[in-house]
Nanobody
Framework: QVQLVESGGGSVQAGGSLRLSCATSGMVLSIKTMGWYRQAPGKQRELVATITSGGSTNYADSVQGRFTISSDNAKNTVYLQMNSLKPEDTAVYYC???????????????WGQGTLVTVSS
């Protein structure tokens, strides 16, 4: 069974930085995309950033220029470097991936358990 294991959340003051990591647990034949979403209290889950296996990235306008997504394809791991954090970045951050497990036709979408990021003013 494929799982995503997140780490790196925590509390920080506005203007600070945090780095999130998400590693794939279990066997996968390939990964199409990996990314990060977030959900603030009382709000819907929203896209933060994604990266394809080829290295193409996509960011939400609200984090463009402050957050950087990267990946280590050899380790099936994705990172999110978050700089210049704002109180409005406070949310539970979820890792997401589209993977191909063994003996599976097509891609499987997998979600991590979420990691809390709290930014205080």
């Amino acid at each position: 069974q494929v799982q995503l294991v997140e780490s790196g959340g925590g509390s920080v003051q506005a203007g600070g930085s945090l780095r999130l990591s998400c590693a794939t647990s279990g066997m996968v034949l390939s990964i199409k995309t990996m990314g990060w979403y977030r959900q603030a209290p009382g709000k819907q889950r929203e896209l933060v950033a994604t990266i394809t296996s080829g290295g193409s990235t996509n960011y939400a306008d609200s984090v463009q220029g402050r957050f950087t997504i990267s990946s280590d394809n050899a380790k099936n791991t994705v990172y999110l470097q978050m700089n210049s954090l704002k109180p409005e970045d406070t949310a539970v951050y979820y890792c997401n991936a589209h993977v191909v497990p063994p003996l599976t036709a097509g891609y499987l979408e997998v979600w991590g358990q979420g990691t809390l990021v709290t930014v205080s003013s």
